[in-house]
T-cell receptor
Framework: DADVTQTPRNRITKTGKRIMLECSQT?????MYWYRQDPGLGLRLIYY???????NKGEISDGYSVSRQAQAKFSLSLESAIPNQTALYFC????????????????FGPGTRLTVL | GQNIDQPTEMTATEGAIVQINCTYQ??????LFWYQQHAGEAPTFLSY????GLEEKGRFSSFLSRSKGYSYLLLKELQMKDSASYLC???????????FGTGTRLQVFP
């Protein structure tokens, strides 16, 4: 079973719709992240959370919101989707426990391909 | 500010050696990561450097020079499956966030 899962894997929606992307992890990590990836722009950080009570904006948070429902779950919402939010979205996790690998390495989910028409 | 530069594309031949360079500027450095990403898939962790020098892991090695703000990923005995994008990422000491470069797309030809 995958350690970091994302649902849905693909989604096509219309402008103005509210969309929620979900991320779950079984790695026991305390830190979770949401990125978007666009051709030629690389991975850009949307929001991140270092523990359940800690939520922080990344470099491109406008138009997005997040919820950290539990240590293992981190959801990304688009309140009113627009076409330039069409992208590949990745969730990632990291942790500082001895079991977490070399110093806070981030591990990525499989991605959600979102298309906004 | 923070900036990471790496070549956009590279090509190489199966069995050869290729070096992918990454230069960075950051206000506070706390480690450099290399990830591999096949088209449409998730990035997967390859290597981590925080001290100067070479880290070797099988066919892949990564080098870091903090004074020069420079790293490279060395891939030996190239295989067709190594065709992918390679992402350089720097962790900022002050925020603990990763800043990613735009990636280098490597194509391996027979």
């Amino acid at each position: 079973d995958a350690d970091v899962t994302q649902t849905p894997r693909n989604r096509i929606t219309k402008t103005g719709k509210r969309i929620m992307l979900e991320c779950s992890q079984t790695k026991g990590h305390d830190r979770m992240y949401w990125y978007r990836q666009d051709p030629g722009l690389g991975l850009r950080l949307i929001y991140y959370s270092f523990d359940v009570k800690d939520i922080n904006k990344g470099e491109i948070s406008d138009g997005y919101s997040v919820s950290r429902q539990a240590q293992a779950k981190f959801s990304l919402s688009l309140e009113s989707a627009i076409p330039n939010q069409t992208a590949l979205y990745f969730c990632a996790t990291s942790g500082r426990s001895p079991l977490a690998g070399p110093t806070d390495t981030q591990y990525f989910g499989p991605g959600t391909r979102l298309t906004v028409l | 500010g923070q900036n990471i530069d790496q070549p956009t594309e590279m090509t190489a031949t199966e069995g050869a050696i290729v070096q992918i360079n990454c230069t960075y500027q950051t206000s506070g450095f706390n480690g450099l990561f290399w990830y591999q990403q096949h088209a449409g898939e998730a990035p997967t962790f390859l290597s981590y450097n925080v001290l100067d020098g070479l880290e070797e892991k099988g066919r892949f090695s990564s080098f870091l020079s903090r004074s020069k703000g420079y790293s490279y990923l060395l891939l030996k005995e190239l295989q067709m499956k190594d065709s992918a994008s390679y992402l350089c990422a720097v962790r900022d000491h002050n925020t603990d966030k990763l800043i990613f470069g735009t990636g280098t797309r490597l194509q391996v030809f027979p």
